[in-house]
């Protein structure tokens, strides 16, 4: 039941997830924490997250039903990376997870985990950091 209403959810939050180029690594982050602050704002999103990553050890279709949002997400995040990598913002060899996890742990964790808001401000404020952790670490996993 939970992988049917993964399933089902996934197509259109998919479609959000990529906010297009900005011009910058970091207006590029900014514009993704944007979309995430959204849909980690909803309140089903919020509610349930927490439990449906719980339960993927015990629920095969469940991780099978996440798998293209996850997939999705990461795709995008590629994109992200390479448009910066072209700009000569970061160096090829960049590590695209973490890249991926800078992004989106400290606001999942804010939001869903803490409960927290998230304003513009603080998203800047994360771009910014987040922006600089990328380019600070450079070196692809051994």
Request: aromatic share 2%.
């Amino acid at each position: 039941m939970a992988a049917d209403l993964v399933r089902g959810l996934s197509a259109p939050t998919i479609a959000l997830i990529d906010p297009g180029d900005q011009g910058s690594l970091e207006a590029d982050l900014y514009a993704a924490l944007l979309v995430g602050r959204r849909l980690l704002r909803h309140p089903l999103v919020r509610s349930i997250l927490p439990d449906l990553y719980t339960a993927i050890p015990r629920e095969p279709a469940l991780a099978e039903a996440m798998r293209p949002g996850e997939m999705a997400r990461e795709k995008k995040v590629k994109a992200l990376i390479d448009r910066a990598i072209a700009r000569g913002e970061l160096r090829a060899d960049v590590d695209r997870r973490a890249t991926t996890d800078l992004l989106i742990g400290p606001l999942y964790w804010r939001i869903v985990v803490l409960g927290e808001r998230c304003d513009r401000r603080q998203l800047k404020q994360l771009a910014h950091m987040t922006a600089a952790a990328i380019a600070a670490g450079g070196l692809a996993p051994d």
